[in-house]
Structures are given as C-alpha cells and as structure tokens.
C-alpha cells in the first residue's frame, strides 16, 4: 500500500503496528475546516470529534497518544478548540495534546484558556526549526518553554538541503520535494547553499557528518521533546535512527559540533 494523503498514512501505520500498539507511541493530526467551509459556531467541534473517531479506526487503536492540531482555524474561538480537545481527554480517546504552526501568542492564548477553564493544555508544539530556519528561537521556542510546553522541531534537514542531496550548479532531482513543491524551492537559495558548505566544512572539522550536526543541535536545546525527520527509503530511517540515537547517548558527554552552536 502506498502512504499518501487522505489516511492513508494512518493505515499504513496501523498495519505496521499490528500486534505491537503498547510498545509504540502514536502522535496523529486532526485538520481544521476546509478553508472553503464558512464557519459557525460548533462547526470546528464537530470536525475535531468527527477526526478523533476516524484516526483510531484507520490506526487500529482505541486511543491516541498524542493528538495535534495541525494548525489553527483563524476564526474559531480558542475555547471551542480547548474545550473540545478537553472532552476527548476526559472520555479516554486522547492521553495528551499538542499543538503544530501556531505562533507565541497563539500559545499563550490557549495556555491562558486552559488555565481559566480548568481544562487540559497542549504538552507540546510542532514548529519549523532547523539550522536555516530559526526565527522560531526568538518568540515560539521561548513561548512554548514558559508554557512548559514541548518542543517539536520538523524539517530539521530541511527537505534534504542539509543532506548535501541537492548542489547549487545542478538542478532539483526528478520526483524531488524541491522539484515539486514550490515552498521547498524557495529554501534553494545561493545563501542557503553557502550555508550549507560552511556547515559541512564546520562538522566535517569536528568529525561530524552535517546530518549529526543539523539533528545534534536541535536535540540538545532545552525543551526539544523530538524531531520530526521525513524518509522516502527504510535505509534513510535506519540513518536517521542512528544519529538520533547517538546524539541521545552523547548529550551530556562532549560533542564540539553541537555546542559551539
């Protein structure tokens, strides 16, 4: 079966997991409403609840472990997000929340409803932070650390520019995110390459590949939960397990190329 959008993710997952769900812990994503849904008051619960039931029938599952909110609906009212995720904890469906692409105040409005409802609050946030993109260090990191709030990091390579996959005289591989995706292309840039060199020069002086360093730096910042890396082959999951998890055993030994960062 092949995982794309539409679930179907979710049912490769399940399949993979058959026999082994209390050895595993499974984050999921509820969407809003389509964009081209006007919104009404309850619409946005009734998506939420909707999501919640069909996730764990596509996982195989009773539960969810960790269940985000994808992003924010611009005109739904905090409460109604809160009070909805709230509920689901109560009733044993979700164990813990968590929140994806909000900004700090976004965080600090829900930490605020949470604690004036007396009601279960985001553990954690997923947010965009790697070493090409970190504009998240100055507002949401700090927001999510106030709050007590996990920190998620995903596209930490990002999109394989920090692989040394892609070179700046040759163009995007075939099939390849950047050639597809025109967000992705915009990361291509000369800036972003000199970039790159630099980090592979400067890793490479430390004895360190420029994907230990990428993932290295972000699991030794404070409140980084785990990283979030996506994988197209099962050799590029092995690697990225086993940095991830060497980067685990080092962190509080010595490691030049993440602490001079």
Known sequence: MRCTAGGKSEECLGAALAGHRDETVIATKYLPRPHDEPYAPGVLAARIREACESSPR?????????????????????????????????????????????EAEQINGSRRADEKLGLAHFTGVQTEWNLLSRGVETDVVPAARTAGTGVVPYFPLPCGLLTVKYAAEKPCPEGSRFALIPYFAEVATEENYRKVEQLTRFAGEHGRSIIELAFGRLLAQDGVASVIAGATTPQQVAATRATAVGRRLRRRGTNPASAAL
């Open 58 to 102: 596509r996982l195989g599952t009773d539960r969810i472990d960790v269940y985000y909110q994808h992003y924010p609906d611009p005109e739904a009212p905090v409460e109604e997000v809160v009070e909805t995720l709230d509920e689901l904890v109560r009733a044993g469906k979700v164990l813990h929340l968590a929140t994806s692409n909000v």
